[in-house]
């Protein structure tokens, strides 16, 4: 009785109890390891639970809201994005040598991070308004929609973000039903467009970054350090681990970033090979799930929406483990809902929420 309840009570509060129990387990398995990779500091820890908490409540929120409304605040919602990336170039906070915050006094707030859900929100909006397989005019409009925030977000520079926010979008256009040929032109144009980027767009240190993650150890004291130190910390973990607390790489300080972009490899080097399938196995569930719910959105704004917010979630686990193992530059991806940050977790919850809202909402929404 008290378990249908409970049932009850998640059903009318638009949450799907398989995802939220995921999404449980995923954070306090986080919270575990940043409490080791912290050095133990219960501060950090506390701190992280208010994050938590605050995100809780935004996915709690967001999931109330029926998704029609939420179409109807898409271009309102991406034109606020695009003020405040704006805002962020003209005034914006510098720290660690890029211009990516807005200071409102009592707490700092990334725009980029929101545009992580407007991009897609704007581009599933287009395509249900156009009713239709996409056009070449709606495709270049969809594209030219995503170029504007990335390339804002680019300047700052946050070429993670940037990468994340570019995916999100993609992911919209390309499950709308665009011609496989459109992809392939579209794909070779951007391999033509890399080159520009590389010689123009990109920063000293993102170049140097790219050519380090081919040979770390042709500057090991310097932009390799950290891919290889990352890699000791992830082979050394072997098959079991050290321990929860007890990896040298992390506590000895060798180990950079460990509580934010190389928490990965700090939980790979304590927990070893078999304590990585395991987290692994969660986020596979959280990806499975969320192409389940996705599948079952009613509406092509509801079906794309969930599904970028599926994918994009798969692209931020693939980037953050392919930095930290060296098989991908350090672009400065946290690892989702494990690593220690404010924005990026609550924009993460949100996006959950929105995918709640989605698939407990589903037959509210026509189009």
């Known amino acids: 009785m008290v378990k249908d309840k409970k049932k009850y009570l998640l059903h009318h509060l638009h949450i799907d109890v398989q995802l939220l129990f995921a999404l449980i387990v995923l954070i306090l398995l986080g919270l575990i390891i940043l409490y080791s990779a912290s050095n133990e500091s219960a501060a950090m820890i506390q701190k992280q639970g208010l994050r938590i908490f605050a995100g809780s409540a935004i996915m709690l929120m967001v999931a109330q809201i029926p998704p029609q409304r939420w179409f109807n605040w898409t271009p309102w919602i991406f034109s606020i994005g695009i003020v405040l990336l704006i805002a962020v170039l003209l005034m914006g906070t510098i720290g660690k040598g890029a211009r990516r915050w807005l200071d409102f006094g009592l707490f700092r707030f990334q725009p980029s991070e929101m545009m992580k ?49 570019a ?30 980027l590389w010689l123009y767009l990109m ?46 790489q992390s506590h000895l300080e060798f180990l950079p970033e460990r509580h934010t972009d190389f928490i990965f490899a700090v939980f790979a080097e304590e927990f070893g090979l078999m304590g990585t399938i395991a987290l692994l196995t969660i986020y596979l569930f ?27 979630f798969l692209v931020y686990i693939f980037v953050n483990i392919g930095m930290v193992s060296g098989i991908l530059p350090v672009v400065g991806v946290p690892l989702p809902l494990v690593s220690y940050g404010g924005t990026s977790l609550i924009t993460l919850m949100a996006g959950f929420g929105l995918l709640m809202s989605l698939y407990s909402h589903r037959r509210m929404l026509a189009r």
């Open 203 to 248: 920063q000293d240190y993102q170049r140097q970054r790219v050519l380090t993650m081919f040979d770390p150890e042709s500057d090991p004291l310097g932009s390799g350090y950290h891919i290889i130190q990352s890699k000791i910390a992830i082979g050394s973990g072997g098959l079991y681990g050290k321990g929860w607390l007890n990896g040298t």
């Open 117 to 165: 859900l407007a991009v897609p929100m704007m581009i599933a909006w287009l395509m249900a308004e156009a009713n239709a397989k996409p056009t070449w005019k709606l495709v270049i409009l969809a594209l030219s929609t995503i170029a504007l925030p990335v390339l804002l977000i680019a300047k700052q520079p946050d070429l993670g973000t940037s990468i994340l926010v």
């Open 286 to 312: 959280i990806i499975v799930r969320g192409l389940y719910m996705a599948s079952q959105a009613q509406g092509s704004f509801a079906r794309l929406l969930s599904v970028s917010i599926t994918l994009t």
């Open 167 to 196: 995916s999100s979008g993609l992911f919209v256009i390309f499950m709308a039903g665009v011609p496989w040929r459109w992809i392939i032109g579209f794909t070779v144009s951007v391999i033509l467009f890399s080159i520009p």
